[in-house]
């Protein structure tokens, strides 16, 4: 049956809606969770608003975590007034405390602006009025490390002034989702002192493909995946060459996969094909990863390159045609063999992959656990 573009659409939605179950999503929602049952509504007792620190690479899924929730729990319509008990913030780009506050107001009440003349106590004021009133147990600041991005100290120290005393003025909980280094912030005092408002964070994690279990892991995500293309024959991607070569093109990082997957699924859906196989992965990280070489100009005088061997155009003299990404194979994940294989999985794994066991002072009567190249690539 041929799927018209409706259709096809339908189907990637579908697949980029599924949410997987593992590990790590689980442990990031419970945390915010937790976080969230500290907000006391107005007129109660508040608990001292806390700040949770959610980390990553990117690809990881912090923002996957934040938008589910936000999407599970969207605004109420009251006779007292619309209710946010969650809103999701996007930071903009080299934050200031005033274009935070602006994304904020945004995303609190659209339409709601920021004025030129507010000092920051008003704004703050402006800012707790809102969350009072629309019930806000939550505040999620994606992006969050754009608020750190500042090479002056004294803009750093601005940003996290702000953010100190929002926790101290609001009783709604806030997260700050980000890359890994907006948990490793300067030594300062006023940091020092938004620190003690932080909760342990949360490292969302690629699992390791060097460990039993995290590879595991790994497989059991591919598993969910394959269950979820609906494609007329199994593409197998739990076997050892595929699943090896999806975690060297990603990493392991479960929103890269979710990505490659879903641009796959949707070019074999359009090309009618059954399953998802090795060179249509390598034509989605082709046009994802790898620049492609411009065409050669050639000559306008200039004959058929195979005409110079004396062959016809089209004979066996010729060049053959060859359906391959542009892009090297070696430098493709999907297609790279035996030692340019290995170069790709070295520059990937850098020293996050390395084998432990090999530097490891402890003993163990369990086999090491195998390394990536335990079969033929």
Same mark, same amino acid.
């Given at each position: 049956?041929? *799927?018209?573009?409706?259709?096809?659409?339908?189907?990637?939605?579908?697949?980029?809606?599924?949410?997987?179950?593992?590990?790590?999503? !689980?442990?990031?929602?419970?945390?915010?969770?937790?976080?969230?049952?500290?907000?006391?509504?107005?007129?109660?007792?508040?608990? %001292?608003?806390?700040?949770?620190?959610?980390?990553?690479?990117?690809?990881?899924?912090?923002?996957?975590?934040?938008?589910?929730?936000?999407?599970?729990? &969207?605004?109420?319509?009251?006779?007292?007034?619309?209710?946010?008990?969650?809103?999701?913030?996007?930071?903009?780009? !080299?934050?200031?405390?005033? #274009?935070?506050?602006?994304? +904020?107001?945004?995303?609190?009440?659209?339409?709601?602006?920021?004025?030129?003349? $507010?000092?920051?106590? !008003?704004?703050?004021?402006?800012?707790?009025?809102?969350?009072?009133?629309?019930?806000?147990?939550?505040?999620?600041?994606?992006?969050?490390?754009?608020?750190?991005?500042?090479?002056?100290?004294?803009?750093?120290?601005?940003?996290?002034?702000?953010?100190? #005393?929002?926790?101290?003025?609001?009783?709604?909980? @806030?997260?700050?989702?980000?890359?890994?280094?907006? /948990?490793?912030?300067?030594?300062? %005092?006023?940091?020092? #002192?938004?620190?003690?408002?932080?909760?342990?964070?949360?490292?969302?994690?690629?699992?390791? $493909?060097?460990?039993?279990?995290?590879?595991?892991?790994?497989?059991?995500? *591919?598993?969910?995946?394959?269950?979820?293309?609906?494609?007329?024959? &199994?593409?197998?991607?739990?076997?050892?060459?595929?699943?090896?070569? +999806?975690?060297?093109?990603? /990493?392991?990082? @479960?929103?890269?996969?979710?990505?490659?997957?879903?641009?796959?699924?949707?070019?074999?859906?359009?090309?009618?094909?059954?399953? @998802?196989?090795?060179?249509?992965?390598?034509?989605?990280?082709?046009?994802?990863?790898?620049?492609?070489?411009?065409?050669?100009?050639?000559?306008?005088?200039?004959?058929?390159?195979?005409?110079?061997?004396?062959?016809?155009?089209?004979?066996?003299?010729?060049?053959?045609?060859?359906? !391959?990404?542009?892009?090297?194979?070696?430098?493709?994940?999907?297609?790279?063999?035996?030692?340019?294989?290995?170069?790709? $999985?070295?520059?990937?794994?850098?020293?996050?992959?390395?084998?432990?066991?090999?530097?490891?002072?402890?003993?163990? %009567?369990?086999?090491?656990? &195998?390394?990536?190249?335990?079969?033929?690539?």
């Amino acid at each position: 049956m041929t *799927l018209t573009d409706a259709d096809i659409s339908e189907r990637i939605k579908s697949f980029e809606h599924d949410v997987v179950p593992h590990e790590m999503f !689980r442990k990031g929602r419970r945390e915010i969770e937790s976080l969230r049952r500290r907000w006391r509504p107005k007129g109660v007792k508040p608990l %001292k608003a806390r700040a949770l620190l959610l980390l990553g690479e990117p690809g990881a899924g912090k923002s996957f975590i934040l938008e589910t929730l936000a999407e599970e729990n &969207p605004k109420r319509i009251t006779e007292d007034g619309d209710v946010r008990p969650v809103v999701f913030v996007e930071a903009p780009k !080299r934050t200031t405390p005033r #274009q935070l506050a602006g994304a +904020i107001f945004g995303a609190l009440e659209p339409g709601y602006r920021l004025r030129d003349g $507010w000092n920051t106590a !008003r704004i703050l004021s402006e800012i707790k009025m809102l969350c009072e009133e629309m019930g806000v147990e939550v505040l999620m600041i994606d992006e969050a490390h754009h608020i750190v991005d500042h090479k002056n100290a004294d803009d750093l120290e601005d940003a996290a002034e702000f953010l100190k #005393q929002l926790l101290n003025m609001c009783a709604t909980q @806030i997260v700050l989702a980000g890359l890994p280094h907006l /948990g490793a912030l300067p030594e300062t %005092k006023k940091l020092r #002192q938004l620190r003690r408002r932080f909760r342990p964070p949360v490292h969302l994690e690629p699992y390791n $493909w060097s460990a039993r279990t995290g590879r595991t892991k790994y497989l059991g995500i *591919l598993a969910f995946f394959e269950r979820h293309l609906g494609l007329p024959e &199994p593409s197998k991607l739990i076997e050892f060459d595929f699943a090896v070569r +999806i975690y060297c093109a990603t /990493g392991g990082h @479960i929103g890269i996969i979710s990505n490659q997957l879903s641009l796959a699924l949707e070019m074999a859906l359009a090309d009618g094909k059954a399953r @998802i196989d090795l060179p249509l992965m390598a034509a989605v990280y082709a046009d994802l990863v790898l620049k492609r070489k411009p065409d050669v100009l050639l000559d306008f005088d200039a004959g058929f390159p195979d005409e110079a061997s004396g062959g016809a155009p089209g004979s066996a003299g010729g060049k053959a045609c060859d359906d !391959r990404p542009d892009a090297a194979s070696d430098d493709n994940p999907y297609l790279a063999q035996g030692d340019a294989f290995r170069a790709l $999985w070295r520059r990937m794994a850098g020293g996050r992959l390395a084998d432990q066991s090999r530097v490891t002072a402890h003993r163990t %009567k369990e086999a090491a656990p &195998p390394s990536a190249f335990g079969r033929p690539a």
